[in-house]
């Protein structure tokens, strides 16, 4: 079966210090990968999403940036946190094709 | 579009009760639809979906309606019982791409 990893579960974090959050998923091969920012209340906002190795599309701009080295590990960084970079963020995959995306338990991010 | 910048409506109901969830969508390519279920501090469970070729569609105790004309998407969640008090969303895939894109959500209360 599929499953989805998320971690850190939670960080606190200075502004102006770097960031990476990473995601991995097992028992699929070629999945689409997202990365979704979920402020406290709100809904789910997507802010960047991957069909292959290397290949990332960013929907907002904004002061992160996500990397994918391999096919199914996703990357999300920053160089600098600011203090907005704060919430709760989602990573997903999918196989498209009018199929649902699965959700990794989040990261809740701190930015202090 | 995304309502990410709007605070949750809520919904409160008796136990027991029907619960009728709405959400309006923007986009009128958009051709698959999900209703996910999200408890406090974990990521969205998939919860059922939709094509754009069907009107109605049945799960255990849920229903999803779709009426493309005016734009709208209804989850139905019959004799509603406590454990299903969390926010509920629903997210649109653009029949060109991979993308999911949520709506503001509703918090559902379930009132014993």
């Known amino acids: 079966s599929q499953t989805i990893h998320q971690w850190p579960a939670t960080l606190v974090q200075p502004v102006g210090s770097p960031l990476s959050l990473e995601c991995t998923v097992e028992g699929t091969s070629n999945p689409n990968l997202y990365w979704y920012r979920q402020a406290a209340g709100r809904g789910l906002q997507l802010l960047f999403y991957?069909?292959?190795?290397?290949?990332i599309s960013s929907e907002v701009p904004q002061n992160l940036s996500a990397s994918r080295p391999q096919d199914r590990q996703f990357i999300l960084s920053s160089k600098k946190l600011l203090l907005s970079d704060s919430g709760f963020y989602l990573c997903?995959?999918?196989?498209?094709?009018?199929?649902?995306?699965?959700f990794g338990q989040g990261t809740r991010l701190t930015v202090v | 579009g995304e309502s990410v910048g709007l605070h949750l409506p809520t919904l409160s109901v008796q136990e027991g009760d029907n619960s009728i969830i709405n959400c309006a969508y923007s986009n009128s390519a958009s051709d698959y639809f999900i209703w996910y279920k999200q408890e406090s501090g974990k990521g969205p469970q998939f919860i059922i979906d939709i094509r754009s070729n069907m009107d109605k569609r049945q799960g255990q105790r849920v229903t999803v309606l779709l009426n493309k004309t005016v734009k709208h998407l209804s989850l139905q969640i019959a004799a509603t019982q406590p454990g299903d008090s969390a926010v509920y969303f629903c997210a649109e895939n653009f029949a060109t791409g991979n993308q999911f894109y949520f709506g503001t959500g509703t918090s559902l209360t379930v009132i014993p």
């Open positions: 997903a995959w999918g196989k498209g094709g009018h199929t649902e995306a699965f």
């Open positions: 991957s069909v292959g190795i290397g290949q």
